[in-house]
């Protein structure tokens, strides 16, 4: 049996490192769908402030864990946060958590204080209310 040469080996690994590259999962799409934001605010020392803040943490921390769809509720006293994250599953763990970061801070960008927000790129989204509710 013949051995390979260097340039077919060469060729052969150029194949395989294409391959890896075509079959990885895709960077997040950033691209905006919508963006709501309810019309009351919370102020910077109401307790929802830190409930709005646990939440949101949360969601960046474990949706991508928790197979990409994940909801929780945060307290802080009396004040209560539902939140919820999803992400497609053409992105990694790692890249769930980037991607729900950059919308979280659009959102903190574009509804500042808001009681409530829901906020979709093409490859996330992130909504939190001071209600509980279900994406579906």
């Not at 040469?5 to 294409?18: Q, R």
């Not at 960077?27 to 402030?49: H, Q, R, S, T």
């Not at 801070?105 to 574009?110: A, G, S």
Request: charged fraction near 20%; charge should be neutral; aromatic fraction near 8%.
């Amino acid at each position: 049996m013949a051995l390979l040469g260097k340039g077919c080996m060469m060729a052969i690994a150029s194949v395989f490192v294409l391959l890896a590259k075509t079959v990885a999962a895709a960077e997040p799409n950033m691209d905006l769908v919508f963006i709501n934001c309810a019309p009351g605010k919370y102020g910077d020392l109401d307790p929802y402030a830190r409930a709005v803040e646990v939440s949101m943490n949360n969601i960046i921390g474990h949706t991508g864990m928790q197979g990409g769809n994940w909801y929780n509720k945060a307290t802080q006293g009396m004040a209560v946060c539902y939140g919820h994250g999803r992400c497609t599953m053409d992105i990694t763990v790692l890249d769930c958590s980037r991607c729900l970061m950059g919308v979280s801070v659009y959102m903190i960008q574009q509804c500042k204080n808001s009681r409530g927000v829901h906020c979709k790129v093409r490859s996330c989204e992130f909504r939190y209310e001071e209600y509980a509710f279900d994406d579906g």
